[in-house]
């Protein structure tokens, strides 16, 4: 009898996957130049250039794109009027921005790893323009006082505010004197925020009918909380990358779908909010919002009267056109919405770990010819020890036969 031990040897192979980068990339950052109808941006590659530059969203559009350039130079020039380059009306600072999202693809038809995105923002500050309303107040019935509200952030030395009092205790002496007092009103800073159901965080990643809170707020400037303006939120339209938008509040501030968004309700002068489900264009996969919000002074008994104080339930109006002295703009930041039948949590950093643990830094990766000769070995030593087990195990066994004398 033979015992015989029979071993088998298993080889794991793990290679990490090392994907060949493009041999190009960007020598410095792009150099931005605003003009008066378009924005240009301009840079330097490593490499010849055999990619796309290009507005997001809008790559199917040859005016919005700059196509392989052969060289190391690339320029693109997105004129305002086209690529739906978003325009909003700043309040603080005062002035228009506009703004577009540019892509830069190395790769003449996919994105990779190594394309960059830059959000450009050209601002055009307006010339100090003051908003006055006169207000005629009865101080006695020979004087009579006319008071100037100046809306805007101008200012003034120290030596004209002292000459102004001067002359404001001289002619207070005059009854029959005319009298202006200047108020230099700063404008609040406002935004638009699309917060959780909990309104503690904003949304980045959302589920098709998923609850979330819609809120404009604007902030005194300075420590001095109180403000003489009322907010009124209106001409709010939803939008995507392409350039697609729908109204969901009209030029009076009220709510043109009830279905999407009901009436806004205003918690304060300078806030004001309203919960919705969340929503998205048909096979698109990001939305935001931007509304104009009017600034008007308070009442005399310091109360808010708004134009969308008496809404109907339900209003279809028209997109207004025009933009009022004291109108200004908020965009809200852009949501990724995800479809009913998709998780509602992103899996992409789990999938990254899982991955990355599956793929250890201390595997070992060699090259298709190593491993095909390694294999080869290693099933013609495995077969070697088959073949030799199975010949001792069926050999005829010697018999010794001894002779008798």
């Known amino acids: 009898m033979f015992h015989y031990l029979t071993t088998t040897l298993t080889v794991l192979l793990i290679c990490k996957y090392r994907a060949e980068q493009i041999d190009n ?65 700043s309040s603080n600072p005062k002035g228009i921005m506009m703004t577009a999202t540019i892509i830069i693809s190395f790769h003449p038809m996919f994105i990779t790893k190594i394309d960059k995105s830059y959000k450009v923002q050209c601002f055009y500050a307006e010339s100090q323009k003051t908003v006055t309303q006169q207000l005629n107040v009865d101080i006695a019935k020979e004087q009579e006082k006319k008071i100037f509200v100046m809306v805007g952030d101008e200012e003034s030395d ?10 404001k205790l001289h002619k207070l002496n005059d009854p029959s ?27 980045a990643f959302a589920t098709v009918g998923q609850i979330v809170y819609h809120e404009w707020s604007c902030e ?22 392409t350039g697609k938008e729908v109204q969901i509040f009209d030029e009076n501030g009220c ?33 935001f919002f931007q509304c ?4 008007g002074l308070k009442d005399e008994d310091g109360s808010c009267t708004r134009s969308s104080d008496h809404c109907p339930v339900t209003l279809r109006g028209k997109r207004s056109t025009t933009t009022g002295e004291n109108d200004f ?44 000769g390694i294999v080869v070995f290693v099933s013609s030593l495995l077969l070697v020890c ?3 087990s199975f010949l001792l195990c069926f050999r005829h066994q010697t018999v010794k036969v001894k002779l008798a004398p």
């Not at 400037?221 to 907010?231: E, K």
């Open 25 to 89: 990339g960007l020598q410095e950052d792009p150099q931005i130049r605003c003009g008066s109808e378009s924005l240009s941006i301009n840079f330097k590659t490593q490499g010849a250039f055999e990619g796309h530059v290009y507005v997001k969203g809008h790559y199917s559009m040859k005016q919005c794109r700059t196509d392989a350039t052969l060289e190391p130079k690339v320029n693109l020039t997105v004129s305002y009027s086209a690529c739906d380059v978003i325009r909003q009306r």
């Open 158 to 167: 120290g030596d004209s505010q002292t000459s102004g009092d001067h002359k």
């Open 177 to 203: 004197t005319e009298e202006r007092i200047n108020y230099n009103v700063p404008l609040p800073d406002c935004k638009y925020r699309v917060l959780n159901e909990g309104r503690n965080e904003e949304v």
């Open 220 to 241: 005194a400037p300075g420590q001095n909380q109180t403000s003489p303006f009322c907010v009124t939120v209106h001409s709010c339209n939803v939008k995507d990358e």
């Open 255 to 287: 709510a043109v779908d009830k279905y999407l968004i009901n009436n806004l309700e205003y918690s304060s002068d300078l806030t004001g909010g309203q919960l919705s489900q969340v929503f998205k264009f048909a096979d698109q996969p990001s939305v």
């Open 292 to 295: 104009k919000i009017r600034l």
């Open 329 to 372: 703009d908020v965009i809200s930041q852009t949501m990724t919405i995800l479809d009913i039948d998709e998780p509602t949590k992103s899996h992409k950093k789990t999938s990254e770990h899982q991955f990355s643990k599956l793929f250890a830094a201390t595997d070992v990766c060699v090259s298709p010819t190593t491993a095909s």
């Open 386 to 388: 088959l073949i030799s």
